[in-house]
Nanobody
Framework: QVQLVESGGGSVQAGGSLRLSCAAS????????WGWFRQAPGKEREGVAA????????WHANSVKGRFTISLDNAKNTVYLQMNSLKPEDTAMYYC??????????????????WGQGTQVTVSS
């Protein structure tokens, strides 16, 4: 099993930046896909970004493309989400996820087997 702990959330003004971190422990060698998801009150969970450990392929949702970047530090077992040019509509609880076999990295949230507790991001206008 893999344990995930997110950090780095907070409150910023529109146009600002935050970097989320997801520290992993446990059987991290079994993880092939890392993902960041978010969920705002009253809305469905949304895939934000994902990365495949095999070759470093990344996916970013259209809503964040060009503003957010997912990256992985294997030595630290940590996944990051750099968020720039934040908008009020980015306000949500952000979750880190890990999975071994994921067919749809941005949409198959039920394919991820491990989840963090979430970190809140609030962007004010």
């Amino acid at each position: 099993q893999v344990q995930l702990v997110e950090s780095g959330g907070g409150s910023v003004q529109a146009g600002g930046s935050l970097r989320l971190s997801c520290a992993a422990s446990g059987y991290t060698y079994s993880v092939n896909y890392w993902g960041w998801f978010r969920q705002a009150p009253g809305k469905e969970r949304e895939g934000v970004a994902a990365i495949y450990t095999g070759d470093g392929t990344t996916w970013h949702a259209n809503s964040v493309k060009g503003r957010f970047t997912i990256s992985l530090d294997n030595a630290k077992n940590t996944v990051y989400l750099q968020m720039n040019s934040l908008k009020p509509e980015d306000t949500a609880m952000y979750y880190c996820a890990a999975g071994a076999d994921v067919d749809a990295p941005l949409y198959g949230y039920d394919e991820y087997s491990s989840w963090g507790q979430g970190t809140q991001v609030t962007v004010s206008s």
